[in-house]
C-alpha cells in the first residue's frame, strides 16, 4: 500500500497573484485612508462642538446682563423666588434653551436659579473673574452637573460692576451632537471606501490584463531569465519604445554596431548616424533579412513590432557568410578556368603530338613557344608592374578567369604599385570586387575588355578600372554604393549589393573616397583614392665600392 499522503499545511500570506495582491493593498490602503480621515474629523469636532456651546452660554449671558433694569434691580431689591430678576431670567433661559441663567450680586450670592430654593445661597462656582470685570468661558461642574458656562460681569449705569451673569449650556447636549454626527460621517467614509475598492478593482483588473495573470514571482523570473538570454545569445538585439528611441541593447549588438550602454534613451539616428542601418533599426527601411553594412560588418537585420507601440529588432553577422560566399565564388571561377585550361591543353597537346607526327619540327617549336610565351608575358606584365605579391597573384588569376569568360583584362600602362602597402588584404578586397563587378557587366558583349590602373602618388594610391559595358545612369551613380542595392539576381548561397557598399567604406574609413562615372568610349569607370595606403619609403642601401686590387712588383 502506498503511504498515506502528508496533510496540506496552510499557507497563510499575501496571494501569489498580482491581480489579487494589488486588490488586497489598495483596499487595505482605501480602508485606512477612510479610517484616518474620520478619525482626524471626529477628533477636532468634539473641541468645536465644546467651543460652540461655550461661545454660545457666553452670548446668551452678555444678552441677560445688557437687560435694562437688571443691574438696578440686583442693587437695590433682595433675592426672591416671586421677584423680578428670578421672572427674567426663567424667561430668557425657556427662550433659549439653556440649561440655567444664574444671576448674583458682589458677593455670589443667586438671585435666580431653576431651583428656587437655591436662590439666596452662594454659587458653587468661584465667580471670582467675572466679578472682577472679565468674561470667561469654560467646561465645569457645578450644583446641575458638568456644563459649558459662559460669566459675564454685571454693570449697572455708572459701568460699577454689582454682580455676574452666569449661563450653563447641559453638556449632554453637546455630547449628543457629536454623537449624532457619527453616523453620518460613518455613512460617508463608507460611500469613501466603496468608491475606493471599486476603483482598486478596475485599476486591478487593468494590471492583470498588462501582467497575464502572473504572480510577482513570475515576473521576476521572466526578467531575469530575459536578461540571462538577452546578454547570452549570439545574436544582436536592439529594442525600441513607442517613440522610437531605443530602450534596450544587449552585449552582442553592443559589438556588432560599435555602441555602448550610452545608446539607451536615445533614437537610432543619433546612436548610429545617418545611414541603412539607422533607417533599417527605426522602421524605415521595410521587410525581412535587410542587409547593412556597419563598418566592416555585413549584418542581416529583421524589425519586430510590438504590442505596446515599439519594435525589436535583430542583427546577425554574416560578414564571414559573405567572404566565403565571394571565395566560393572565386574558386568557382577559378575551377571553370582549369577546367577550360585543362581541355585546351588537351587540344594544344594534340596538335603538338601531331606536329611531331609529321616530322614538322620547327613549327612544333614555334607552337609551343607561342603557347608558353603568352602566358608568360601577361604573369611579367603583371608582376612588373604590381609588386605586391598578393595583388600580382589576384589579377593573374582575375586575367585567367576572364579570358575563359571571353573578356579581355588589361593592365593599363600606367600602372605602377610598389611593394609598401599598409593593408594590401584592404586593396585585395576592393580589387576583387570592382574586377568581378566589370567581368560581370562586360560578360557575353563583343569585345569585351577590362582595364585596370593602379598607381601610387607618394603614400596615395589610387585605382582604376574601366570596362565596356553598358554603363552606369548618373542617376544610379549614388544607389549602387548604397547596401542591399544591385540589379543582379542573387546566388544562391549569398546576397547582392554588398560588395560596392563596402569599396566605398574601405575607402572612407582611410580617408579616401569610392566614385564612378563613364569611361572613355563608354562603359563605366570606377575610382577609389586611398590616402596613407602605402609606407613611407625606406632609405636605399649605400652601395659599396670594391676597393682597388693592389699591384705586385716584380723584384728583379
Do not use: C
Not at 334 to 361: C, F, K, P, S, V
Not at 495 to 502: D, F, Q, V
Amino acid at each position: 500500500m502506498s503511504p498515506t499522503p502528508p496533510a496540506r499545511r496552510l499557507r497563510l500570506g499575501l496571494p501569489r497573484r498580482v491581480f489579487s495582491q494589488v486588490l488586497l493593498m489598495q483596499v487595505a490602503i482605501a480602508a485606512g485612508v477612510a479610517v484616518l480621515a474620520t478619525g482626524l474629523f471626529l477628533a477636532p469636532l468634539s473641541d468645536q462642538l465644546d467651543d460652540q456651546a461655550m461661545r454660545r452660554a457666553l452670548a446668551i449671558a452678555q444678552t441677560t446682563a445688557q437687560q435694562p433694569g437688571l443691574a438696578e434691580e440686583v442693587r437695590d431689591t433682595p433675592p426672591s423666588p416671586n421677584g423680578p430678576v428670578q421672572r427674567e431670567a426663567e424667561r430668557i433661559r425657556k427662550a433659549t434653551k439653556a440649561e440655567y441663567v444664574v444671576v448674583m450680586d458682589w458677593r455670589g450670592v443667586r438671585w435666580s436659579h431653576t431651583d428656587p430654593k437655591q436662590i439666596g445661597g452662594i454659587v458653587s462656582t468661584d465667580p471670582g473673574q467675572a466679578l472682577a470685570g472679565k468674561e470667561v468661558m469654560e467646561i465645569d461642574s457645578g450644583t446641575l452637573g458638568r456644563s459649558a458656562r459662559g460669566k459675564v460681569p454685571l454693570r449697572d449705569s455708572d459701568g460699577t460692576v454689582v454682580g455676574a451673569v452666569s449661563v450653563g449650556i447641559a453638556y449632554d447636549s453637546v455630547r449628543a451632537r457629536l454623537i449624532h454626527a457619527i453616523p453620518g460621517l460613518l455613512a460617508y467614509a463608507g460611500g469613501a471606501l466603496a468608491v475606493g475598492a471599486l476603483a482598486a478593482w478596475l485599476i486591478s483588473r487593468r494590471v492583470q490584463r498588462q501582467t497575464r495573470d502572473l504572480a510577482f514571482s513570475d515576473i521576476a523570473s521572466l526578467l531575469s531569465e530575459r536578461e540571462a538570454m538577452l546578454h547570452g545569445i549570439r545574436e544582436g538585439v536592439v529594442a525600441l519604445d513607442r517613440t522610437g528611441r531605443i530602450r534596450l541593447v544587449n552585449d552582442e549588438a553592443q559589438r556588432l554596431l560599435g555602441i555602448g550602454d550610452a545608446v539607451v534613451g536615445r533614437s537610432p539616428d543619433e546612436a548610429l548616424g545617418a545611414g541603412r542601418t539607422a533607417d533599417v533599426l527605426a522602421g524605415r527601411v521595410a521587410g525581412t533579412d535587410l542587409l547593412t553594412v556597419r563598418g566592416q560588418r555585413v549584418l542581416v537585420a529583421n524589425r519586430m513590432p510590438t504590442d505596446d507601440g515599439g519594435a525589436v529588432a535583430t542583427l546577425r553577422d554574416r560578414t564571414e557568410l559573405e567572404q566565403l560566399g565571394r571565395e566560393l565564388d572565386s574558386t568557382r571561377g577559378l575551377i571553370d578556368a582549369l577546367r577550360a585550361q585543362d581541355h585546351e591543353h588537351a587540344n594544344r597537346m594534340h596538335t603538338l603530338l601531331g606536329l611531331l607526327e609529321l616530322e614538322m619540327y620547327d613549327d612544333a617549336v614555334e607552337f609551343v613557344g607561342e603557347v608558353v610565351g603568352d602566358h608568360r608575358a601577361t604573369a611579367e606584365q603583371v608582376t612588373e608592374r604590381i609588386e605586391d605579391p598578393l595583388l600580382a597573384a589576384l589579377l593573374v588569376g582575375k586575367a585567367t578567369v576572364a579570358a575563359e569568360r571571353g573578356v579581355a583584362l588589361w593592365v593599363s600602362d600606367r600602372t605602377r604599385l610598389p611593394d609598401r602597402l599598409i593593408d594590401p588584404q584592404g586593396l585585395v578586397t576592393v580589387v576583387g570586387n570592382l574586377v568581378d563587378n566589370a567581368l560581370d557587366a562586360v560578360a557575353g558583349k563583343p569585345h569585351a575588355r577590362v582595364e585596370v590602373e593602379l598607381r601610387a602618388e607618394g603614400r596615395t594610391a589610387i585605382l582604376r578600372v574601366r570596362d565596356t559595358g553598358p554603363g552606369i545612369p548618373p542617376e544610379h551613380r549614388e544607389l549602387i554604393f548604397t547596401e542591399g542595392w544591385s540589379t543582379k539576381k542573387p546566388p544562391a548561397h549569398r546576397e547582392r549589393g554588398i560588395g560596392l557598399s563596402l569599396v566605398r567604406r574601405l575607402a572612407e574609413r582611410q580617408g579616401g573616397s569610392a566614385t564612378v562615372g563613364e569611361a572613355h568610349g563608354g562603359g563605366a569607370e570606377f575610382t577609389v583614392v586611398l590616402p596613407e595606403a602605402l609606407a613611407q619609403p625606406g632609405p636605399e642601401p649605400a652601395l659599396t665600392v670594391p676597393s682597388a686590387p693592389q699591384t705586385v712588383k716584380e723584384e728583379s
